[in-house]
């Protein structure tokens, strides 16, 4: 090992010796009357992770650069991006001119892509939702800050947990990225969340599609790229306080972070901590057993040489959250499991209505989760004459606990214990007149365990692996982009025999030893690709059209489970004789990037053979199949689901139109429309409909810019980028509404009241939000920002409603109002105030 250090370190020396100065310089200014120079702006070159502030006079420098082309933006709160593509060979000079705009027209895309691009230039379908946004917008978790952007949605398990929806597909459909690599953790239940701390994130794409080229299977639907903030430029050492309140839930959350670049070594550090009781609303009051704590920590530390970069990242997140039971007493009361040692004599729970003071502590109750994700990545990029070779590794551990017995709240029942590794080698090629390309391999590896005494899954092993080729090729105002891939994923479940009266493991010839999960091996092979081009015609029209098949292995609990699935009383069965799902989508945009208006229509259809779904079994006498081996957890008989296949097919589309007037720039509209439809192919009505595919929606902001009103004001000289804002979500009624889901929740037990029969077939009713906005940036007469304050409120009208993505809106009635349910959260307000630190500005 101490041989490999050294050879790293003389490679490296070399590397930096004979590799020639390369430097990229310029000056950044405004446009029309704001050509001043623009002090604080960023620089950046994403491929590269580095970028330089401008100074006071409007000039910026970066070193140590490796030769080659690459993407460019400059960026500066208040002003629209300026995107270009940049050779950068010796001493190169690139100036730019930044426009005042509150909404960004074009962004840098890394998802999915070889290398960074413009929005304007990449054929798949990609959504950005930006920093600024982000700061803007109230949220409780990560999924939840980004699920308002086009084509995209959450299920939501409370305020602490939600998952992705991307046109209408979830869980082991959505890929996940952080920080550049795939989060390996169990994406498969609905009470499985992305272990990601929204304070984490500095803007975030979504690629709404077929997206295995680049990442393989479990892409199928599209990928969420959560992205962290870019390295402090070189010379500057920076950070902030961030703490954020919000009154309907209590939320109080405190973020400190700290960062630098020096001489080429780049370093950052973050801490945080954020906690709420539950949350309210006018017909729940509030929801029991909604609070949640969370804690995260991490740090970085690279270096930025001639030759490339290389950094090493490392995070830890925890997140403990109650999990909603919606049990009431006949007064309507919410209720609590409480354990008494004495109860009838040896000991047991009963149930009780909550105390005021038990439903606002922020300390959740059994049920609750403690999940904790560690990650650890090694990032390089290695210049090879005009190319590079880049390796992305990482090291992940997931630790997923359910404790949902009353008499043992210390012992979880449930506990996924799993660690992966991921890898992505890549090479990037030189420009050749227009083209380049990227070759490379990329997969995963994880070992998971079940260590709690309830289990739906085997022990097993996943191997995945992936080579594949990336092509572009820019003509003018034509992009065309393509690519194939070819992936192989390997299961390994693991044998596993339990006591049938206690669920522990025991040695098969044990007394009441039962053969719960039968060992096997199962490996899946598939082919992916995509072909897109985009045409930017004159007056800032385009046209997007691509064409991209996505693979799919199937998951584990779809190969192997044998049990009660937790949250429901079906006995799932999973089919080691399933095959791969394949997708086929088809994408159609067109827009434009004019000087007072934007916007942009996207339509898809979207075919999938091979679809997985679970189907009820029947008996022989037709009723459903009952399963009573097992007592598990109390619950008895359960009716039998297996997975099977058939074939799915989804279509609809969004649409974006941003009204940003040049002769009125202290106003500006932004839209937003969202609509899928679609299920199985072939099959009874009463399972055609997909579970969670959202309604139609249409979101609406309208907003003020203060400063373009009241320039050389008093107030224009204390407060910078001053805004207020009025806007609207509504929701339409769901009608196509998934019928299994009363039969997963216990009808044939009758375990579900009338009122939730009902419920359960009925379409969901549409709502509207009003939500309003208001921040700014408090400045000194010297013209340092001291503070940035946001308030958001939303649900103006404390609008009491139920969204079709509630996964507790069939929880049981309320006697007292026959409503069926936990409705979603009443009116909040949230104030985020956020102080920047500059100790070195660069």
Request: with cysteine; glycine share 10%.
């Amino acid at each position: 090992m101490k041989n490999l250090y050294l050879f790293l370190f003389f490679y490296l020396s070399v590397l930096t010796t004979v590799v020639a100065q390369n430097t990229l310089s310029g000056k950044v200014t405004g446009t029309g009357k704001d050509s001043v120079s623009l002090e604080g702006a960023l620089v950046y070159i994403p491929d590269l992770k580095v970028g330089g502030i401008v100074h006071a006079d409007g000039t910026y420098n970066i070193n140590n650069l490796p030769k080659g082309n690459y993407t460019v933006e400059t960026r500066l709160v208040g002003y629209a991006r300026e995107i270009v593509s940049v050779n950068i060979n010796g001493t190169t000079t690139q100036n730019f001119q930044l426009s005042p705009a509150a909404i960004n027209k074009e962004e840098v895309v890394v998802t999915g892509n070889s290398k960074a691009i413009s929005s304007d230039l990449n054929p798949q379908p990609t959504t950005e939702v930006s920093s600024d946004y982000l700061m803007e917008h109230s949220a409780t978790n990560v999924i939840d800050a980004i699920a308002l952007a086009p084509g995209v949605s959450a299920i939501t398990d409370g305020q602490s947990i939600s998952k992705p929806i991307i046109r209408g597909l979830g869980y082991n459909r959505v890929l996940t990225v952080n920080e550049g690599v795939t989060m390996e953790d169990q994406a498969w239940f609905d009470e499985f969340g992305i272990e990601v701390d929204p304070d984490a994130v500095d803007r975030a794409e979504i690629l709404k599609g077929p997206a295995s080229l680049a990442y393989g299977s479990d892409a199928i639907a599209g990928v969420v790229n959560l992205i962290p903030e870019a390295p402090a430029a070189e010379g500057q050492i920076k950070g902030e306080i961030m703490s954020n309140y919000q009154t309907n839930n209590g939320l109080i959350g405190n973020m400190f972070k700290l960062g630098g670049t020096n001489s080429g070594i780049s370093w950052g550090a973050r801490i945080d901590y954020t906690l709420a009781h539950a949350y309210q609303n006018a017909f729940d009051g509030y929801v029991l057993n909604t609070q949640f704590n969370n804690f995260n920590v991490d740090g970085n530390l690279g270096i930025h040489r001639k030759w490339g970069y290389s950094q090493i990242r490392a995070s830890y997140f925890s997140l403990v959250t109650g999990i909603v039971d919606g049990s009431r007493d006949s007064l309507g009361n919410q209720l609590r499991p409480v354990y008494y040692a004495d109860l009838n004599g040896t000991g047991g729970f009963t149930e009780e209505p909550a105390t005021n003071q038990e439903a606002k502590s922020y300390t959740p109750f059994v049920i609750y989760q403690h999940i904790r994700h560690t990650k650890v990545i090694w990032d390089n990029s290695i210049a090879v004459g005009q190319g590079r070779i880049s390796g992305i590794f990482s090291f992940q551990r997931n630790q997923r606990q359910e404790t949902n017995d009353p008499t043992q709240p210390n012992t979880p029942d449930i506990y996924y214990y799993s660690n992966a590794a991921t890898y992505d080698l890549r090479y990037v090629s030189q420009n050749w007149s227009g083209f380049d390309f990227s070759v490379g391999v990329n997969g995963a590896y994880q070992a998971s365990q079940s260590l709690g005494t309830l289990m739906l899954i085997p022990n097993y092993n996943l191997f995945q692996i992936g080579g594949f080729a990336i092509g572009n090729y820019k003509f003018k105002g034509l992009t065309v982009s393509g690519g194939i891939r070819y992936d192989e994923r390997m299961f390994t479940g693991l044998d596993h025999w339990i006591d049938s009266t206690t669920q522990q493991p025991v040695d098969p010839s044990a007394p009441n030893a039962f053969h719960e999960f039968q060992g096997f091996k199962s490996k899946f092979g598939g082919v992916s690709g995509s072909i897109g081009a985009t045409y930017n015609f004159v007056h800032d029209v385009f046209i997007k059209a691509n064409l991209s098949s996505g693979f799919r292995a199937p998951n584990v609990a779809e190969c192997a489970a044998n049990g009660v699935h937790d949250g429901t009383v079906v006995w799932e069965l999973g089919n080691p004789d399933l095959k791969p799902e394949q997708s086929l989508e088809e994408d159609l945009a067109i827009g434009m990037n004019g000087r007072d208006i934007s916007f942009e229509v996207d339509a898809f259809n979207n075919s999938i053979s091979n679809f997985i779904y679970a189907q009820g079994l029947k008996a022989a006498d037709g009723t459903d199949s009952i399963n009573n081996t097992l007592t598990v957890a109390g619950l008895g008989d359960a009716p039998v689901f297996k997975y099977t296949q058939g074939s799915a097919e989804l279509y609809g589309g969004e649409a974006m139109l941003h009204i940003h007037p040049a002769a009125a720039s202290w106003i500006e509209l932004y839209g937003t429309f969202s609509m899928v439809e679609g299920g199985l192919k072939k099959v009874a009505d009463s399972i055609r409909i997909l579970p969670f595919v959202p309604p139609m929606r249409i979101t609406a902001d309208l907003r003020f810019n203060l400063n373009n009103i009241v320039k050389g004001s008093a107030m224009d000289k204390v407060i910078k980028r001053s805004y207020v804002k009025i806007g609207f979500l509504y929701c339409f009624q769901q009608n196509k509404v998934y019928q299994q889901y009363a039969v997963y929740n216990g009808i044939n037990q009758g375990l579900l009241s009338p009122q939730q029969i009902a419920a359960s077939t009925a379409a969901t009713p549409g709502y509207f939000l009003l939500n309003l906005g208001a921040g700014g940036d408090i400045q000194t007469n010297k013209g340092r920002t001291i503070a940035r304050v946001f308030v958001a409120v939303n649900n103006v009208l404390n609008t009491t409603y139920m969204d079709y993505m509630n996964r507790f809106k069939y929880a049981p009635v309320n006697p007292l109002t026959g409503r069926v349910g936990v409705f979603n959260m009443g009116r909040n307000i949230s104030i985020k105030l956020d102080i920047p630190l500059d100790f070195k500005k660069g």
